[in-house]
């Protein structure tokens, strides 16, 4: 053996635990290990220390065990020492399979078939001194491969049967568990992954293994066998129904949104109409209230001159009354003064000699003259009874009447009477429109038109109809004639 010697393993990834051949060595000895290995140093069959990452010498310093076991005069170890080296990376897509059929009872239908699995799987060191004390001994090394290199075992021979018990034992059961449909197994192969791998990690464990990752790959199914293909048909049936029931609660559900659509559409429609309704009323309200103050306007600035001309009036008389005369001692002056003329202008014809005749033709035409002012002053009138030609003594001739205006008139609107004159109505303000007989007021434009079917003015119908049965009805009325409807 040489005084140094210098111990590393630099072999591949597919080795877990490998032993450095040499044994028995002195102080001079150094032990690299490399990132993710660990070397684990034993003594006379026992694991004495274990070394991580690093460059160690192997004297006392290091290893309190050789003060005493190293000899002082050559430095060469006086018991049996031997050093493992631990590779700590996981091992990537380590394949495993089961050697036979698994059978799996289908729950619907309760026919059995038959079913295969494999896959791959990364596999680590947990810890190294149990996996070295469990299972290498005094093998050279292990690896997960075939044997070989000088490896007396493989860690894929060891453990094939623990993986396959594994499987047969928990892949129908975890099928079941996840509620799997055995034709459509592929969608869940990562759910039954990690069913499969917690039901594995024990058993690795207790030998300081362990699993990151478990992948079932592919589940082989029997599709030869009847059973299996029944399944299948029933899962096409199924499928279709599925299909259907889908494509019928989407139709339902487009008829549903249909509706919606088309009731929020005939919702905002009626709203629309609601609201132009508003405004046409709104507008005519506005009308009618505008026409309503115009009038009561009207009517109080004519109450005001009728108040200012009786109010003048009374105050002429006031006048007249202080002065000891009235309105009829004026008029009778008046008249005498007139008749007093008429005479004066007599006597120059008489003394001219214009003879009786002139002077009497004078006379009958001032008392013609004045026989018509009879309406006016009455008193005058009897005054000249005597001179009227043609009418016996102490008979007298009666004056024509003069016709007198009506005194009221009818609203057209609320059929009230209101005093003759008046230009609107004092109950309802609506505008008073004299009409002859064959005329009219067009309802639409408000303007007078000949009574027919249409307003020559606006073109607009001048027929009513009932709103509830729509029978015609006449102009001004407020019930319908048919139905009785108020309008």
């Not at 004297?59 to 080296?85: R, W």
């Not at 478990?214 to 048909?233: C, M």
Request: charged share 20%; aromatic share 6%.
């Amino acid at each position: 053996m040489a005084l140094s010697e210098l111990i590393k393993y630099e072999g591949d990834n597919s080795t877990f635990i490998w032993k450095y051949p040499h044994e028995d060595f002195n102080n001079m000895t150094q032990l690299i290990v490399h990132e993710s290995q660990e070397a684990i140093f034993f003594a006379n069959g026992q694991a004495a220390d274990t070394f991580g990452p690093g460059r160690y010498k192997l004297d006392a310093e290091n290893i309190p065990i050789l003060t005493k076991l190293i000899n002082i005069v050559t430095g060469v170890s006086v018991f049996h020492c031997e050093v493992y080296f631990i590779n700590k990376t996981v091992q990537m897509a380590v394949k495993w399979g089961t050697d036979s059929k698994v059978r799996f009872v289908e729950p619907t239908l309760g026919v059995p078939v038959e079913l295969g699995a494999s896959g791959e799987m990364n596999l680590a060191v947990s810890d190294g001194r149990k996996m070295l004390i469990s299972l290498v001994g005094t093998m050279k090394g292990i690896a997960w491969g075939a044997e070989g290199n000088g490896f007396t075992k493989s860690l894929q021979t060891s453990f094939r049967p623990l993986i396959v018990t594994a499987i047969k034992s928990n892949l129908s059961a975890a099928i079941k568990q996840k509620n799997i449909d055995i034709v459509e197994i592929d969608e869940h192969l990562a759910d039954l992954s990690e069913s499969l791998r917690e039901k594995i990690v024990p058993g690795f464990e207790e030998y300081g293994l362990t699993i990151p990752q478990f992948y079932v790959t592919n589940i082989v199914l029997p599709e030869s066998d009847p059973n299996f293909k029944r399944l299948r048909d029933l899962h096409t049936i199924s499928l279709q129904k599925k299909m259907a029931a889908a494509e019928a609660e989407v139709r339902t559900a487009q008829a549903q949104s249909r509706e919606a659509y088309m009731t929020v559409e005939a919702e905002s429609e009626a709203k629309i109409k609601a609201a132009q309704r508003g405004a046409i009323l709104e507008g005519q309200t506005t009308e009618t209230e505008i026409a309503r103050r115009e009038a009561e306007r009207k009517l109080i600035q004519a109450q005001a001159e009728v108040q200012a001309a009786q109010m003048a009036g009374m105050a002429e008389a006031a006048v007249m009354q202080a002065k000891g005369y009235n309105q009829k001692d004026v008029l009778q002056a008046e008249v005498q003064k007139a008749y007093a003329e008429g005479i004066g202008n007599m006597g120059p014809a008489i003394s001219a000699g214009g003879g009786g005749g002139s002077v009497m033709g004078d006379m009958l035409g001032l008392g013609i003259g004045m026989a018509a002012m009879g309406a006016v002053a009455p008193q005058i009138g009897d005054m000249m009874k005597g001179f009227q030609p043609g009418v016996p003594t102490g008979q007298t001739v009666q004056s024509p009447q003069t016709a007198q205006p009506a005194a009221t008139v009818t609203c057209p609107s609320c059929g009230k009477e209101v005093p003759a004159g008046a230009k609107f109505c004092l109950e309802c303000g609506a505008k008073i429109v004299v009409l002859k007989e064959n005329e009219m007021i067009c309802p639409s434009c408000g303007q007078k038109t000949p009574k027919g079917k249409y307003c020559i003015e606006c073109g607009s119908s001048l027929i009513r109809r009932c709103p509830s049965c729509g029978a015609e009805v006449p102009q001004g009325g407020k019930f319908c004639l048919e139905c009785g409807t108020k309008l």
